[in-house]
């Protein structure tokens, strides 16, 4: 059953609305923490990529390489190269495995939250590397203790990722086959979606978001696996899935999915 929702989860990420690829901004900041938008929000954003760009990670030249447009050589080794990253990985793959989740997605939703700083705490208090909220973290028995408080406990690598894969597990079950939802909830809340008849919400952060997140998904998926995410506004809109099958010597392995 996982691997049959997982098929049709895949087979269904392109419908008949617009794209949500978008250029992505990004520049490092003098404490060597990178900042990404899907827009240039000042001065300091320059682009990292055009929405154009096909990212095939597992044909990424060397950073020396990668000075010519349309990639950022510095955006790209960061994203690629970053110490946090590669430190993390084990825990990435461990919480994939077990809550059906492909590494890409967890990666892509890191660079976006808090590129890679197991430190960050947003102004609205999210916390760590997947940027928790402390009622996201309660909600799935991250308690504080004697010992320790809760943002503390959710500052941990390990939970906090965890924390993550839960929550979008979750997510993928409640909106299935609608990956743009997935990451809209991960950013504004299931609340907000379903406010807005289970459409991405009107937020220009929120749509931002998801744009910002598929774009990275794409950098970390192999070309074979890459994911197509659409923006459906309007749910009553007529709805098309359109289906691309490479060749069968090209097809991933059969759990290669985004949601296993």
């Known amino acids: 059953m996982r691997i049959a929702c997982a098929?049709?989860?895949?087979?269904?990420?392109?419908?008949?609305?617009?794209?949500?690829?978008a250029d992505i901004f990004?520049?490092?900041?003098?404490?060597?923490?990178?900042?990404?938008?899907?827009?240039k929000l000042d001065d300091r954003y320059q682009l990292f990529a055009r929405g154009n760009t096909v990212f095939d990670s597992s044909a990424m030249p060397s950073p020396d390489a990668l000075s010519a447009k349309p990639l950022s050589a510095t955006m790209s080794a960061y994203l690629t190269?970053?110490?946090?990253?590669?430190?993390?990985?084990?825990?990435?793959?461990q919480a994939a495995r077990e809550f059906g989740l492909q590494p890409a997605m967890l990666k892509a939703i890191m660079a976006a939250e808090s590129g890679f700083n197991p430190a960050a705490v947003s102004p609205k208090g999210?916390?760590?590397?997947?940027?928790?909220?402390?009622?996201?973290?309660?909600r799935y028995g991250v308690q504080a203790d004697a010992k320790q408080s809760l943002a503390k406990k959710l500052a941990d690598p390990k939970?906090?990722?965890?924390?993550?894969?839960?929550?979008?597990?979750d997510l993928v079950r409640m909106f299935p086959g609608?990956?743009?939802l997935v990451i809209a909830s991960y950013n504004?809340?299931?609340?907000?979606?379903?406010?807005?008849?289970?459409?991405?919400?009107?937020?220009?952060?929120?749509?931002?978001?998801?744009?910002?997140v598929t774009q990275f998904y794409q950098f970390y998926q192999p070309s074979s696996e890459r994911l197509a995410v659409t923006m459906q506004t309007d749910p009553d809109a007529p709805k098309r899935i359109v289906m691309t099958i490479p060749g069968r010597a090209h097809l991933p392995p059969p759990l290669s999915t985004i949601y296993q």
């Open 7 to 21: 098929m049709l989860f895949t087979f269904s990420l392109v419908l008949a609305s617009g794209s949500a690829r």
């Open 126 to 138: 999210a916390i760590g590397l997947m940027q928790i909220m402390p009622d996201t973290g309660a």
């Open 26 to 39: 990004g520049y490092v900041d003098n404490q060597g923490i990178a900042h990404f938008a899907a827009e």
């Open 178 to 180: 609608k990956p743009e």
């Open 81 to 93: 190269d970053h110490p946090n990253l590669k430190k993390f990985e084990p825990l990435l793959k």
């Open 159 to 169: 939970t906090n990722i965890r924390v993550s894969a839960r929550y979008l597990r």
């Open 188 to 212: 504004a809340g299931e609340g907000a979606v379903k406010k807005y008849r289970n459409s991405v919400p009107p937020y220009p952060e929120t749509r931002n978001y998801v744009k910002l």
